[in-house]
């Protein structure tokens, strides 16, 4: 089964995801931000990246752009609360830089994993 790389800095929200996707069979490989991501993305392991965009340390916006260096055919889905701003332009931004789909928080977790799998094929 695909492999999966859930990149989120609240604790819940990243056990629920990777709780959602283990039951559908994905192997889920998590970090709670960005340099934790970097560390830990394996190009022959992981097909999908769900990352948040505003994290400690590096945020999902270098996340993107460093994995699409690493393995360009690595698909991604940005997600995002937006903080003061919004989520609107962070998420803009995201899919400019090669995010396949955008979700702006709070989603239903089903949602995103309906979406992971039309993605993944």
Do not use: N
């Amino acid at each position: 089964m695909a492999g999966v790389m859930v990149v989120e800095d609240d604790p819940s929200l990243r056990e629920m995801l990777r709780e959602a996707l283990e039951k559908r069979r994905y192997t889920v490989i998590t970090a709670c931000d960005g340099r934790e991501a970097l560390a830990k993305f394996r190009p022959s392991v992981i097909d999908l990246v769900i990352t948040d965009l505003l994290m400690p340390e590096e945020d999902g916006l270098m996340v993107i752009m460093k994995i699409k260096e690493i393995k360009p055919s690595t698909k991604l889905i940005a997600i995002s609360g937006g903080g003061k701003a919004g989520p609107g332009s962070y998420l803009l931004i995201a899919h400019k830089l090669g995010a396949d789909h955008v979700f702006s928080k709070p989603f239903l977790p089903s949602e995103l994993v309906q979406k992971v799998k039309e993605i993944l094929g």
